[in-house]
């Protein structure tokens, strides 16, 4: 019943910026931590940055200074602002969110990022 769409995605070249958005909807009470994935061909989905109830954040060594996890619980909504985006940052990314110990997963939106 619970449901994240992503959105945001695109090409974009290095040095770049993208903003993804992840709305939640369905019976959503609340949503204890959310965070951003990603995957890209052949490799394992990685934890990107998460962002707890309180506000408190957790970024990935990789992306940390450029990309920033906000949220609007109000509205059920994570953003990943994406800045000086390089090519090794290309995959798909995943929203997630855990609620009374289940975990959710968006379809997610790909992220590409090329000369």
């Known amino acids: 019943q619970v449901q994240l769409l992503e959105s945001g995605g695109g090409l974009v070249q290095p040095g770049g910026s993208l903003r993804l958005s992840c709305v939640g909807s369905g019976t959503i009470f609340s949503m204890n931590a959310m965070g951003w994935y990603r995957q890209a061909p052949g490799n394992q989905r990685d934890l990107v940055a998460i962002?707890?109830?309180?506000?408190?954040?957790n970024y990935a060594e990789s992306v940390r200074g450029r990309f920033t996890i906000s949220r609007d619980n109000a509205n059920n909504t994570v953003f990943l602002q994406m800045n000086s985006l390089k090519p090794e940052d290309t995959a798909v990314y995943y929203c997630h969110g855990v609620q009374w110990g289940l975990q959710y997963w968006g379809q997610g939106t790909q992220v590409t990022v090329v000369s």
């Open positions: 962002i707890y109830s309180d506000g408190d954040t």
